[in-house]
């Protein structure tokens, strides 16, 4: 059988599902999606399915794997279940404008094998609750894991009378295949690598694709260094950095450099000298390419494999850089417990830092700042190509939303037109339906000219008649 058939005959089930579930209610997709986030968030579910995933996989850790399962995406339920995907959701008398959801239909998800425990379960609920059936292409290094999640959620689907093809998952997961679900599906959600976003964007059906991340931080001369060491630890290693948001790089005040390498170290950071800098070099890249046996593995197996001895107890591995571009390969996205330390001398310094840093890797992804200076604050965020700005946040646990900020909490993260993307906002449920506005005439009466233009002709020059260039009929 061909791709195209293979793909077809799953396309097929799923829109005969989806036409069922377009006709339920909002409470009845809110119940199905409490269902599945519950089931999935149950400590031993989440365990078992997190120790499979890293034996499969091999990247990776099992609580972070736990905690995306029972923490995030209780948090994106949370955060989501109010969300109105059902019959009018908006209204506004006053303008005569009344908004409709509508489902998509059927949605094609791309799973990375850096997430295959949560992206199919948090691209399926915001599917579901928005009444569209969803097609998991999984990682083939992590298509167990995916089909397992996916199975458990048709099983609920199942159990609760409804039909079980509003989730399927490719079985034997292949490129071939992903590219031809994303010509037949209705609208691609991309995450992973770059190739296969670029295919989602190339498939000549709409589709929300995700950037590299490559997150620099700044740590200006006003911050809290023991929090902002607690904060970058945390946000670096978890699930051993395989996150896009992870802290790649931080930039730090030359005045408080050496105390700030200091407070790391206490956190668990080890400080590589300039030879096991490039045993780390030789093992994390080969022939230009991040290597399977360091992303998203245990420093301890980094270490090993680099041939390098590192204290007990050491969480991450720090290597000091000055340079940045292809010459400089630890300015890019490591994807691995090794965070780049760069310093500066000056604000702006570290600001142009951050700008090289994304624009060799990462460009409109992140950056962030431990500062309570509000007016370096506003000069990185007015100044840099990134989306999201974290503020004394542990970036790689605050960039796709937590409780302790305000952005959507999600698992794929748009990095708008800088990143080659068409949003430059977290992916959340209102990216999961189409909107159907139902205008009615009001009594609104034209402006005049002083109204529309005001004094804003006040001190600009407009051309008369006779500066028109050509004839005037």
Known sequence: MTAEQTIRELVERARIAQRIAEGYSQRKVDELAAAIVYTLSRPEIARDIAINCVKETDMGNVDSKIAKLTKKMQAVFYQVKSIKTVG??????????????????????????????????????????????????????????????????????????????????????????????????????????????????????????????????IVDESADLDDAATKIRIGKTGDNASGCSAENSIIVHESIYEKMIETLKNEGGYLANPEEKVKIKNVLWVNGNLSRDVVAKSVDRIAEVAGISIPEGTKFIMVEETGIGKDYPFSGEKMSL?????????????????????????????????????????????????????????????????????????????????????????????????????????????????EIYGDLLKNVKVLNVSEIRGAIL
């Open 88 to 217: 009018v959701i908006e209204e506004n008398p006053e303008m005569g404008i009344r908004k409709i959801a509508k489902p998509i239909g059927v949605i094609a998800a791309l799973i990375p094998s850096t997430n295959p425990e949560a992206t199919p379960v948090f691209k399926s609920v915001l599917g579901l609750r928005a009444r569209n059936a969803v097609i998991c292409a999984p990682h083939p290094k992590s298509k167990m894991t995916t089909i397992r999640v996916v199975n458990i959620m048709r099983d609920i689907l199942a159990k609760n009378g409804v039909p079980e093809d509003l989730f399927i998952c490719i079985e034997n997961p292949s490129k071939e295949l992903s590219q031809e679900l994303m010509r037949q599906c209705d609208l691609t959600m991309a995450t992973g690598a770059g190739d296969m976003v670029k295919a989602a964007y190339s498939s000549g059906k709409p589709a929300y694709g995700v950037g590299a991340g490559n997150a620099a931080i």
């Open 338 to 450: 090794v965070l780049t330390v760069y310093k500066y001398a000056d604000f702006d310094e570290a600001v142009d830092k951050v700008n090289r840093i994304t624009g060799y890797s990462g460009l409109g992804h992140s950056c962030g700042i431990h500062s309570f200076n509000d007016e370096h604050i506003m000069r990185l965020a007015l100044n840099t190509k990134t989306t999201r700005v974290t503020v004394r946040q542990p970036h790689g646990a605050a960039n796709a939303g937590n409780w302790f900020n305000g952005l959507a909490n999600t698992f794929s993260l748009g990095c708008g037109t800088w990143g080659g993307n068409i949003i430059s906002e977290n992916v959340t449920q209102k990216h999961y339906m189409n909107t159907t506005w139902v205008v009615e005439p009001i009594d609104r009466k034209e402006a005049s000219e002083e």
